[in-house]
Nanobody, 125 residues
Framework: QVQLVESGGGLVQAGGSLRLSCAAS?????????VGWFRQAPGKEREFVAA????????WYADSVKGRFTISRDNARNTVYLQMNTLTLEDTAVYYC?????????????????WGQGIQVTVSS
């Protein structure tokens, strides 16, 4: 079983950037055909942000982050990244990394079996 640990969160001003990292341990990240990022703001449901296939050749994004966020993975380092640019107040949330062995593209949290603990991202005005 894989353990996922997020890092890189924090407080940033609107318009700024952050890069989140999701480090895997226990099993190689390459075991998991898709790795995704989700987020959950207070009082809201967990929502899909971005995901990437095993090879990195396929990525998919929520409309709200297209053009601003970029997901990438480095299987040799067992790490997936989420580069977040032009952040807005609406991006404030706890961000979660999730992985699954299925190769089926999905934006649904229930289609990801393994989850990290989450990391806070706060965008201030």
């Amino acid at each position: 079983q894989v353990q996922l640990v997020e890092s890189g969160g924090g407080l940033v001003q609107a318009g700024g950037s952050l890069r989140l990292s999701c480090a895997a341990s226990g099993r190689p990240l390459s075991t998991y055909n898709k790795v995704g990022w989700f987020r959950q703001a207070p009082g809201k449901e967990r929502e899909f942000v971005a995901a990437i296939s095993w090879s990195g050749s396929s990525t998919w994004y929520a409309d709200s982050v297209k053009g601003r966020f970029t997901i990438s993975r480095d299987n040799a380092r067992n790490t997936v990244y989420l580069q977040m640019n032009t952040l807005t107040l609406e991006d404030t949330a706890v961000y979660y990394c999730a992985a699954d062995r299925s190769a089926t593209r999905s934006t649904r949290p229930r289609d990801y079996e393994y989850w990290g603990q989450g990391i806070q991202v706060t965008v201030s005005s």
